[in-house]
């Protein structure tokens, strides 16, 4: 019968032009069952899984939007059972669903899809007797197409069966490189493309600050913690999380967080990455009595549970991250990149055509500024952190190094490329505290600093007698410190230097000024307060 049903189907596509999705439904291997009618290709997928996973797992033809499919008709219903019957299944998920939980059993049916564009599910052909709740009062909000009574049964969604997908003519959009990479990527992570962007769970537990930087699934994308913006990004991160393990329950970081400590419980909470923390969150679902704002809670996470919402955590919980990866992040991958990914420490992250990593064990600046390794042909030198974006970065490699070894975020101290040098001795020149401060690498070049943007901790610089003409980054900013002080490094591989910022080198070593104005001379015109 499903042979003579091919025959019947074929012949009716040969009187029109083979489709670009016909040619690929007629191409799916694997052993699936499959076939294109109607302007749909349909696959039976026989491996039983939980229904959040086979609602992200119709990935077997990319740029048509596949969803679990949704029967239309009873003809539609009539093409499936003969797939499942040649295919030896009984049972299959179908593209059914009661998302509101708290509905009665026989309303608020839905056609759902992984986007969440949901509309009313137009025809249902229940057994007598269902849809039934369950055991216990809606339990049961998914459906299953059953060979033996050919009709819809509801089931709960931490049940394991086979699924049938649905690719549509209707259906099509331009495919894209991120959704390519998308579906490749690792089998272990739950992964899903929804409103242009790719969305993968890592099941693993881990810190905040580590799991804010580990969001490097996709090469030639910068990732970040997922931003929720809305209900129907909210239930793709739920579907997410339930999909990639057996209970359905798990707790996820997404990248939402209160960068000031201070602020009151329920202010304050931005869209983070690991370069930006300025954007206000505007989608907030609290949980009840959310947020809490108990010791060190700065960080929100999705609980998806029944009311799946947010509920703030320490910085110190072990949570499975959420990922998010956009296409405006897309960038060419480097051999430096790569590189820097096969350093031997774990802290460490590519930005901006930059290579930032740890340099273990605290010593004095003199001991650290020559200790960055070389790795030829690239540029070896403490860090430069001449943007805002680059200091908050530095601020999360210390975060998560310290986190990492379940140690405080607050003893956070790196050694950069920062110091002050001074025009006039015992501040002659009215420099101190704020003024003179260069980035100054390994090979003596030297750069004017401006820290008015992310660079400063609250209350530094703080020194008048010119005894602190070095600085550590802390985990709030920078502090100016002696030169007796101990910390780690953060270095940093770049192919070669470049910076917004003035060379002022050569001004600073010859005294070449204009006497005229009291100001040294800056190479582009710009001038910084010198004494003479």
């Given at each position: 019968?499903?042979?003579?049903?091919?025959?019947?189907?074929?012949?009716?596509?040969?009187?029109?032009?083979?489709?670009d999705?016909?040619?690929?439904?007629?191409?799916?291997?694997?052993n699936?069952?499959?076939?294109?009618?109607?302007?749909?290709?349909?696959?039976l997928?026989?491996?039983?899984?939980?229904?959040?996973?086979?609602?992200?797992?119709?990935?077997?033809?990319?740029g048509?939007?596949?969803?679990?499919?949704?029967?239309?008709?009873?003809?539609?219903?009539?093409?499936?059972?003969t797939?499942?019957?040649?295919?030896?299944?009984?049972?299959?998920?179908?593209?059914?669903?009661?998302?509101?939980?708290?509905?009665?059993?026989?309303?608020?049916?839905?056609?759902?899809?992984?986007?969440d564009?949901?509309?009313?599910?137009?025809?249902v052909?229940?057994?007598?007797?269902?849809p039934?709740?369950?055991w216990?009062?809606?339990?049961?909000?998914?459906?299953?197409?059953?060979?033996?009574?050919?009709?819809?049964e509801?089931?709960?969604?931490?049940?394991?069966?086979p699924?049938?997908?649905?690719?549509?003519?209707?259906?099509?959009r331009?495919?894209?490189?991120?959704?390519?990479k998308?579906?490749?990527?690792?089998?272990?992570?739950?992964?899903?493309?929804?409103?242009?962007?790719?969305?993968?769970?890592h099941?693993?537990?881990?810190?905040?600050?580590?799991?804010?930087?580990?969001?490097?699934?996709?090469?030639?994308?910068?990732?970040?913690?997922a931003?929720?913006?809305?209900?129907?990004?909210?239930?793709m991160?739920?579907?997410?999380?339930?999909?990639?393990?057996?209970?359905?329950?798990?707790?996820?970081?997404?990248?939402?967080?209160?960068?000031?400590?201070?602020?009151?419980?329920?202010?304050?909470w931005?869209?983070?990455?690991?370069?930006t923390?300025?954007e206000?969150?505007?989608?907030?679902?609290?949980?009840?009595?959310?947020?809490?704002g108990?010791?060190?809670?700065?960080?929100?996470?999705?609980?998806?549970?029944?009311?799946?919402?947010?509920?703030d955590?320490?910085?110190?919980?072990?949570?499975s991250?959420?990922?998010?990866y956009?296409p405006?992040?897309?960038?060419?991958?480097?051999?430096?990149e790569?590189?820097?990914?096969?350093?031997?420490?774990?802290?460490?992250?590519?930005?901006?055509?930059?290579?930032?990593?740890?340099?273990?064990s605290?010593?004095?600046?003199?001991?650290?500024?020559?200790?960055?390794?070389?790795?030829?042909?690239?540029?070896?030198?403490?860090?430069?952190?001449?943007?805002?974006?680059?200091?908050?970065l530095?601020?999360?490699?210390?975060?998560?190094?310290?986190?990492?070894?379940?140690?405080?975020v607050?003893?956070?101290?790196?050694?950069?490329?920062?110091?002050?040098?001074?025009?006039?001795?015992?501040?002659?020149?009215?420099?101190e505290?704020?003024?003179?401060?260069?980035?100054?690498?390994?090979?003596?070049?030297?750069y004017?600093?401006?820290?008015?943007?992310?660079?400063?901790?609250?209350?530094?610089?703080s020194?008048?007698?010119?005894?602190?003409?070095?600085?550590?980054?802390?985990?709030?900013?920078?502090?100016?410190?002696?030169?007796?002080?101990t910390?780690?490094?953060?270095?940093?591989?770049?192919?070669?230097f470049?910076?917004?910022?003035?060379?002022?080198?050569?001004?600073?070593?010859?005294?070449?000024y204009?006497?005229a104005?009291?100001?040294?001379?800056?190479?582009?015109?710009?001038?910084?307060?010198?004494?003479?």
């Amino acid at each position: 019968m499903f042979m003579q049903l091919i025959i019947q189907l074929t012949a009716c596509s040969l009187a029109m032009a083979i489709t670009d999705l016909e040619s690929q439904c007629n191409s799916i291997g694997g052993n699936l069952t499959h076939i294109y009618a109607n302007g749909s290709c349909y696959v039976l997928h026989p491996q039983a899984v939980l229904y959040m996973f086979a609602k992200l797992s119709c990935n077997d033809i990319l740029g048509y939007g596949g969803h679990l499919v949704h029967p239309k008709s009873s003809a539609e219903i009539d093409i499936l059972l003969t797939m499942q019957q040649s295919g030896g299944v009984g049972y299959s998920w179908i593209g059914v669903e009661q998302p509101d939980w708290n509905s009665a059993n026989n309303v608020g049916w839905y056609y759902t899809t992984p986007m969440d564009d949901n509309s009313p599910a137009t025809y249902v052909k229940w057994k007598s007797g269902e849809p039934n709740g369950g055991w216990t009062a809606n339990d049961e909000n998914n459906v299953v197409l059953v060979l033996a009574v050919r009709s819809y049964e509801d089931w709960p969604l931490f049940a394991a069966h086979p699924y049938l997908c649905q690719y549509e003519e209707s259906r099509k959009r331009p495919m894209t490189d991120l959704e390519q990479k998308c579906a490749s990527v690792n089998s272990s992570f739950t992964h899903a493309f929804f409103n242009g962007n790719c969305y993968v769970f890592h099941p693993q537990t881990t810190p905040y600050y580590v799991a804010k930087l580990s969001c490097n699934d996709l090469a030639g994308y910068d990732g970040h913690l997922a931003f929720l913006k809305s209900v129907n990004d909210k239930n793709m991160a739920e579907s997410l999380m339930r999909a990639s393990i057996a209970t359905g329950y798990r707790q996820a970081w997404v990248g939402v967080e209160q960068p000031d400590w201070n602020a009151a419980n329920n202010v304050g909470w931005s869209y983070t990455t690991p370069t930006t923390e300025s954007e206000l969150a505007t989608y907030l679902p609290w949980s009840s009595g959310e947020p809490g704002g108990g010791s060190y809670e700065n960080i929100a996470a999705l609980d998806a549970t029944y009311t799946a919402n947010y509920q703030d955590f320490p910085y110190t919980s072990t949570l499975s991250p959420l990922c998010r990866y956009e296409p405006s992040s897309r960038r060419n991958v480097t051999a430096l990149e790569t590189s820097c990914n096969q350093l031997a420490t774990p802290n460490k992250y590519y930005y901006a055509g930059t290579c930032f990593f740890e340099s273990a064990s605290a010593a004095t600046y003199s001991a650290k500024k020559t200790a960055c390794p070389a790795m030829a042909p690239y540029y070896a030198s403490l860090a430069i952190l001449d943007t805002a974006e680059k200091r908050i970065l530095a601020r999360n490699i210390g975060k998560k190094s310290l986190s990492a070894a379940s140690l405080d975020v607050k003893n956070l101290a790196y050694w950069t490329s920062l110091e002050q040098r001074p025009a006039c001795p015992n501040n002659a020149c009215n420099e101190e505290p704020g003024k003179s401060w260069y980035w100054i690498d390994s090979a003596g070049n030297t750069y004017s600093a401006d820290l008015s943007n992310q660079g400063w901790a609250s209350t530094y610089p703080s020194d008048s007698t010119n005894s602190k003409q070095l600085a550590t980054l802390r985990y709030n900013g920078y502090t100016d410190v002696t030169d007796t002080t101990t910390a780690l490094g953060l270095c940093q591989y770049s192919k070669y230097f470049t910076s917004n910022h003035n060379n002022v080198n050569n001004n600073i070593n010859n005294n070449d000024y204009n006497k005229a104005s009291l100001y040294y001379t800056i190479n582009d015109d710009s001038r910084r307060d010198r004494c003479v």
